[in-house]
């Protein structure tokens, strides 16, 4: 249903994720696809740049199956290269900016893409010194393609454009729906990065469903996410681009910047991360702002404070809180229409029908409702597994082919899905589970707290304890007396930290995420 009631249909499933902007071309070729400052293409406009960068691309060498990497943000350029590889059979990558040299080598040393395209410069940072020192080090990379230089993507675009059409055309109907098209590298926090490749039916179907789940008929949505995260390619980008909508792209999150982008660009679609509604609405001119555009506020990853709730709830828009994993290509569980505050609060919705999902305990047994366990999905939508990683790939799934997640949920007797926490967050404190992301929301309940962080520390005792960061809000005095006063009001004696930290600024990950593998090194540090 869309925010005022009517319900929408799941968009066409096609073959393959670029498929869709031939199909938009032809019906709505006018109609805008891309919006970056001042920069507005159509789908005719896109359309005709991905078929000119796919040919481009087949003349660089790339056969089906190659890597293709871009470091950069999210700009047409970033839409085109993606769409343009997928076509051809070829599986795109992104490179954060915030990545170290250290990073890149090792995302290089893994995926060996045969492509790089890179911008020059970023918030002031140039990257031609590392560029050109990864450039000596990997020669899997034929071509580097540097974005900001005069012509740079120009020239490269033109380089293709004596490939014949019946070349491109058999490249691209060699492309089964059960290809990769995207390798998306994990976070990390529990070992190295692993690519999970994203086949293009994960795409279509997966963001097909997660569209209508969205509630916007025709979005406009705007997208601030890192382009390495599925939050951007996949959420935001494939959904919209799924149902004929307009993508409007920052090349990083700004509170002021998305919400003058909303007023001037009059989206209706905005998907973040709690962070960023946060920090927009703790702006002293929230309140003033024009955003009767709006028709959903989408948020994951993390829980959305009550009180944040309610003011999002006074715009008058449809409030939507999600769940999903990079392995499972889309978000899986979703609250309806007509969830109340205290659903949007407490519960990550429920799965989609199309979304079989279970619980189940150590051994394998489907638990009923009210028991915990690890939520584990199944389905063709699903990753096809991790890249040159075949024994990551059969630990992923039981061997009746459902994805385990690592993450600890239970069902509600009404269906909505609880989500607990990381399995591999999870401590022990003498003797007894404790899961962060509990503790995390009765710190967050807290008025004068914005975020809260806990992670597990070594202890001589009992073995770990807690240790809870904490973002007071602007211009409170809470202390770390009063926090840990109100934990032990309200959670047992092993749950409530041990040590608690009230600070002005956390540690965030590029998509808006609390960065806990740097409070565990700060940790370290002392």
Same mark, same amino acid.
């Given at each position: 249903? &869309?925010?005022?009631?009517?319900?929408?249909?799941?968009?066409?499933?096609?073959?393959?994720?670029?498929?869709?902007?031939?199909?938009?071309?032809?019906?709505?070729?006018?109609?805008?696809?891309? %919006? =970056?400052? =001042?920069?507005?293409?159509?789908?005719?406009?896109?359309?005709? +740049?991905?078929?000119?960068?796919?040919?481009?691309?087949?003349? #660089?060498?790339? !056969?089906?199956?190659?890597?293709?990497?871009?470091?950069?943000?999210?700009?047409?350029?970033?839409?085109?290269?993606?769409?343009? $590889?997928?076509?051809?059979?070829?599986?795109?990558? @992104?490179?954060?900016?915030?990545?170290?040299?250290?990073?890149?080598?090792?995302?290089?040393?893994?995926?060996?893409?045969?492509?790089?395209?890179?911008?020059?410069?970023?918030?002031?940072?140039?990257?031609?010194?590392?560029?050109?020192?990864? =450039?000596?080090?990997? @020669?899997?990379?034929?071509?580097?393609?540097?974005?900001?230089?005069?012509?740079?993507?120009?020239?490269?675009?033109?380089?293709?454009?004596?490939?014949?059409? #019946?070349?491109?055309?058999?490249?691209?109907?060699?492309?089964?729906?059960?290809?990769?098209?995207?390798?998306?590298?994990?976070?990390?926090?529990?070992?190295?990065?692993?690519?999970?490749? +994203?086949?293009?039916?994960?795409?279509?179907?997966?963001?097909?469903?997660?569209?209508?789940?969205?509630? %916007?008929?025709?979005?406009?949505?705007?997208?601030?996410?890192?382009?390495?995260?599925?939050?951007?390619?996949?959420?935001?980008?494939?959904?919209?681009?799924?149902?004929?909508? &307009?993508?409007?792209?920052?090349?990083?999150?700004?509170?002021?910047?998305?919400?003058? &982008?909303?007023?001037?660009?009059?989206?209706?679609?905005?998907?973040?991360?709690? $962070?960023?509604?946060?920090?927009?609405?703790?702006?002293?001119?929230?309140?003033?702002?024009?955003?009767?555009?709006?028709?959903?506020?989408?948020?994951?990853?993390?829980?959305?404070?009550?009180?944040?709730?309610?003011?999002?709830?006074? +715009? @008058?828009?449809?409030?939507?809180?999600?769940?999903?994993?990079? !392995?499972?290509?889309?978000?899986?569980?979703?609250?309806?229409?007509?969830?109340?505050?205290?659903?949007?609060?407490?519960?990550?919705?429920?799965?989609?029908?199309?979304?079989?999902?279970?619980?189940?305990?150590?051994?394998?047994?489907?638990?009923?409702?009210?028991?915990?366990?690890?939520?584990?999905?199944?389905?063709?939508?699903?990753?096809?597994?991790?890249?040159?990683?075949?024994?990551?790939?059969?630990?992923?799934?039981?061997?009746?082919?459902?994805?385990?997640?690592?993450?600890?949920? *239970?069902?509600?007797?009404?269906?909505?899905?609880?989500?607990?926490?990381?399995?591999? !967050?999870?401590?022990?404190?003498?003797?007894?589970?404790?899961?962060?992301?509990?503790?995390?929301?009765?710190?967050?309940?807290?008025?004068?707290?914005?975020?809260?962080?806990?992670?597990?520390?070594?202890?001589?005792?009992?073995?770990?304890?807690?240790?809870?960061?904490?973002?007071?809000?602007?211009?409170?005095?809470?202390?770390?007396?009063?926090?840990?006063? *109100?934990?032990?009001?309200?959670?047992?004696?092993?749950?409530?930290?041990?040590?608690?930290?009230?600070?002005?600024?956390?540690?965030?990950?590029?998509?808006?995420?609390?960065?806990?593998?740097?409070?565990?090194? !700060?940790?370290?540090?002392?």
């Amino acid at each position: 249903m &869309t925010a005022s009631g009517e319900p929408i249909e799941a968009a066409p499933v096609l073959s393959r994720i670029s498929d869709y902007v031939g199909a938009h071309a032809t019906r709505f070729p006018d109609r805008e696809a891309v %919006v =970056a400052g =001042a920069r507005r293409l159509t789908y005719a406009d896109l359309e005709a +740049l991905v078929t000119r960068c796919a040919r481009a691309l087949v003349a #660089a060498g790339v !056969e089906k199956g190659d890597r293709v990497a871009l470091l950069g943000n999210a700009t047409p350029e970033y839409l085109v290269v993606f769409l343009a $590889t997928a076509s051809i059979g070829g599986i795109w990558m @992104g490179l954060s900016p915030r990545y170290k040299i250290d990073e890149y080598r090792y995302l290089l040393g893994d995926a060996r893409p045969s492509v790089v395209f890179s911008i020059r410069e970023f918030e002031g940072r140039d990257y031609r010194a590392d560029l050109d020192r990864l =450039a000596g080090e990997f @020669g899997c990379v034929r071509t580097w393609v540097d974005l900001d230089a005069d012509g740079g993507f120009d020239d490269f675009l033109a380089s293709g454009d004596g490939v014949p059409d #019946a070349a491109l055309t058999a490249r691209r109907d060699a492309v089964g729906r059960f290809d990769p098209a995207l390798v998306v590298y994990t976070s990390g926090s529990s070992g190295k990065p692993k690519g999970a490749l +994203l086949s293009h039916h994960g795409l279509c179907f997966g963001n097909a469903i997660q569209g209508r789940a969205f509630g %916007v008929d025709v979005p406009r949505a705007v997208c601030p996410f890192p382009i390495n995260h599925v939050a951007c390619v996949g959420d935001t980008c494939c959904t919209t681009l799924i149902r004929g909508g &307009t993508l409007v792209l920052l090349p990083r999150f700004d509170a002021g910047t998305v919400l003058d &982008t909303i007023e001037a660009e009059r989206i209706n679609l905005w998907i973040g991360v709690p $962070t960023m509604f946060i920090l927009a609405a703790d702006r002293p001119d929230f309140d003033a702002r024009d955003l009767s555009s709006l028709r959903s506020v989408v948020w994951g990853g993390a829980a959305m404070p009550r009180d944040y709730i309610a003011r999002y709830r006074r +715009l @008058g828009v449809r409030l939507v809180t999600l769940y999903g994993l990079t !392995e499972t290509t889309t978000d899986t569980t979703f609250t309806g229409p007509d969830a109340s505050n205290d659903e949007l609060a407490e519960t990550v919705g429920r799965p989609c029908p199309e979304y079989p999902c279970r619980i189940v305990d150590e051994d394998g047994n489907t638990v009923p409702p009210g028991e915990q366990g690890e939520i584990q999905f199944k389905g063709d939508y699903v990753m096809l597994g991790y890249f040159n990683r075949p024994e990551a790939t059969r630990d992923a799934f039981t061997p009746d082919g459902w994805l385990r997640s690592g993450d600890i949920g *239970w069902f509600r007797p009404d269906g909505n899905l609880v989500f607990v926490s990381r399995k591999s !967050e999870m401590f022990k404190s003498g003797g007894f589970n404790v899961y962060p992301r509990e503790i995390e929301d009765v710190i967050e309940a807290h008025p004068d707290v914005a975020l809260a962080g806990v992670i597990g520390v070594p202890d001589p005792l009992f073995r770990e304890v807690g240790e809870a960061h904490v973002l007071r809000r602007p211009g409170s005095a809470l202390t770390a007396d009063e926090i840990a006063a *109100w934990c032990r009001e309200r959670l047992a004696n092993y749950k409530v930290p041990k040590r608690f930290h009230v600070r002005d600024s956390l540690p965030m990950l590029p998509v808006g995420k609390i960065d806990k593998p740097a409070l565990k090194r !700060e940790a370290a540090n002392g």
